[in-house]
């Protein structure tokens, strides 16, 4: 913890620490749950930055979960329903620790990213205009920058080990690994996944543009929503009123950090700069903003 009531990373006295990712503390509970910690830790060009975004983990805990509520008639997530406080009693901190922590079901993850674009951004805008094709996709020519796409696409990569990048695959790809019938279930119901939410946001003044969701099995082999799920971290959030073709709109999420270091001096190679205060709060405040306009006035 530091002065701005910031979590970067924790130790927990009773449970095991089974991973340690980009973001997340993940520690064994018996032999079947899994208690997942969101700390403040923030990454950027796949580089963990020295300094947290305070309270982000909280945002992106309560921004997952209500999107596992929302989701949940399309697909089973992993959450089940523990007591925290318990869980957690003997440790410092704690009521910090709780509103970033979940119990989840250990199961076994899928090796893909399932990634879903609404939107022509990113790397996606990159690979259109070298070759009118986004991941093997072919496209209409003379679509312009950050334009919605007749129908959103399906665009799966491999999950990279920390501090690697992802690498996009093609959906004939993503069949070799998964086979056939598991990777058309994961485009399925990422699709429709993100079209619901997708209209969802819209309506409350927020463009998807695009997410990334992860899978995972079941004893039984049934397929189950993990991780986080349309966060600002997961996904490109844009506020609707000062959406324009044609320009990289912003965004609600690490943008301000991005900007900031392409102003400095770093080869985007570990270690990471430090990142001022001021950027840091404004950073936060966009994730909290994006929290408060999800979820207001849901039905």
């Known amino acids: 913890m530091d002065n701005l009531s910031s979590v970067y990373e924790t130790h927990l006295k009773k449970l095991p620490l089974v991973q340690k990712g980009k973001v997340r503390d993940i520690y064994g509970i018996g032999t079947d749950h899994l208690l997942i910690i969101t700390t ?36 089973s997530n992993h959450l089940v329903k523990a007591d925290l406080a318990e869980i957690l009693a003997d440790e410092p901190y ?4 709780i509103k970033r922590s979940i119990v989840v079901k250990k199961l076994k993850p899928l090796p893909i990213e399932a990634v879903v674009r609404g939107y022509l951004i990113g790397s996606g805008w990159k690979d259109y205009l070298a070759t009118g094709s986004v991941c093997g996709i072919p496209l209409a020519k003379n679509l312009r920058l950050a334009e919605k796409l007749p129908e959103a696409i399906f665009t799966p990569s491999t999950k990279a080990a920390v501090g690697d990048h992802d690498e996009n695959i093609s959906f004939k790809e993503t069949c070799n690994i998964l086979g056939r019938e598991r990777a058309e279930e994961v485009r399925d ?10 209209d969802f946001a ?8 695009d997410t990334k969701l992860e899978f ?16 600002p971290d997961s996904s490109r959030f844009w506020p609707a009123s000062s959406y324009e073709v044609g320009t990289s709109p912003p965004s609600f999420d690490k943008q301000f950090v991005r900007d900031y270091l392409e102003t400095v001096d770093w080869n985007k190679a570990p270690p990471g700069p430090r990142v001022p205060s001021e950027i840091l709060r404004r950073t936060s405040n966009k994730y909290q903003e994006a929290l408060d306009i999800i979820t207001k006035s849901s039905d």
């Open 40 to 75: 403040d830790r923030l990454s950027a060009f796949d580089v963990i930055l020295p300094d947290p975004v305070p309270n982000k983990g909280c945002i992106l805990t309560e921004i997952s979960n209500f999107w596992f509520e929302k989701t949940k008639h399309l697909i």
């Open 94 to 97: 704690k009521e910090d620790l």
């Open 189 to 198: 119901v990422t699709l429709k996944i993100y079209s619901q939410a997708s």
């Open 202 to 209: 819209l309506q409350r003044g927020i463009i998807i543009a």
């Open 216 to 231: 995972g099995l079941d004893e039984n082999e049934e397929m189950v929503v993990i991780d986080e799920l349309l966060t």
